[in-house]
């Protein structure tokens, strides 16, 4: 059976940072493209970073560029998503996923769909 475990969630004031981790288990995450998306209150789902799988290129989305840094770990199986002067405005439910077909990291995260997801863990930032 394949599992996502994201972890790492929390309350944080603006400014502060938080690292999201993502447990993987059935797979590994070495043969996958991997992503973390974010869906807000109200809104649909975002593509907020997004690595592919063999030339580990990363995408970003305009949102989140300078502050935020995906980050996988093959060893540990792993797939961090590093946080750091956070805003409002990134207060959302987050989710990492993975798939296997090979997109780029750009399409991936423009929403090609995946074959994983692991279960949310909501991030709320407050000033």
């Known amino acids: 059976e394949v599992q996502l475990q994201a972890s790492g969630g929390g309350r944080v004031q603006a400014g502060e940072s938080l690292t999201l981790s993502c447990a993987a288990s059935?797979?590994?995450?070495?043969?996958?493209?991997v992503a973390w998306f974010r869906q807000a209150p109200g809104k649909g789902r975002e593509g907020v970073s997004c690595m592919s799988t063999f030339e580990y290129t990363e995408y970003y989305a305009d949102s989140v560029k300078g502050r935020f840094t995906i980050s996988r770990n093959n060893a540990r199986n792993t797939v961090d998503l590093i946080m750091s002067d956070l805003k409002d405005e990134d207060t959302a439910v987050y989710y990492c996923a993975v798939d296997g077909r090979g997109w780029p990291a750009s399409l991936y995260c423009a929403g090609r769909g995946s074959d994983y997801w692991g279960k949310g863990t909501l991030v709320t930032v407050s000033s």
């Open positions: 059935g797979i590994r995450v070495a043969d996958y493209a």
